[in-house]
């Protein structure tokens, strides 16, 4: 999907969108399972400047000083639930802020989305946000999860996902992991 659809399809989807997909037990699942990596990696960075790429409606603002979207929308929501937080409208693969060098960069459900190719780009873009030696935490979709329970992606919407080895060779030279979570075997969405 080209980054003109994802943007509509958020406009359009922003107004009902933490109802729909958080609201339930299986969204406040995948939200403690966020949670739980985040307070795991952002615990003692307190005072930190950390960016939420594809912040949406700043579900996870409390973690960040700032977040960065592609949707009007979705930022107006995380605006009226965060009004001391920083919120940029941009585009995660070329992200352009004006004052960078962040401590930690978060981002999740952003990479389902996107073609292959861009993964580099998101990657490159949130190296130039970091400081010397800054987190990046981020979420992929699993090609092993995918052939384990055999699905086939229909549209647009994760229709993406990545092998361990491909991951490896996307952060080699350029990222120095520090932590891998295993699969999660829920949908990011139903």
């Known amino acids: ?66 977040g960065l979207d592609l949707s009007s929308a979705m930022l107006d929501l995380a605006r009226r639930k965060h009004p001391a937080k920083n919120f940029h409208l941009g585009n ?30 998101v990657l490159t873009g949130a190296r130039t946000l970091l400081k010397s030696g800054g987190l990046f935490i981020f979420d992929l979709p699993s090609g092993e999860r995918r052939r384990i329970r ?5 549209g647009w919407h994760g229709a993406n996902s990545y092998e361990q080895t491909e991951v490896r060779q996307y952060l080699e030279d350029r990222w120095e992991p520090v932590d891998e979570q295993g699969i999660l075997f829920l949908p990011i969405h139903r």
């Open 1 to 66: 999907m080209s980054h003109p659809e994802i943007q509509k399809y958020y406009e359009q989807l922003a107004a009902g969108y933490d109802d729909r997909r958080f609201a339930n037990s299986y969204g406040r699942f995948i939200d403690r399972q966020e949670r739980a990596i985040l307070d795991r990696h952002l615990s003692g960075r307190e005072g930190q400047r950390i960016l939420d790429l594809a912040c949406g409606t700043g579900r996870l603002m409390e973690y960040c000083t700032d």
């Open 92 to 121: 995660a693969l070329h992200p352009e802020l004006p004052d960078r060098g962040f401590d930690a960069v978060i981002c999740f459900h952003l990479l389902m989305h996107l073609k292959k190719e861009d993964l580099a780009k």
């Open 150 to 154: 055999r699905r086939q992606v229909e």
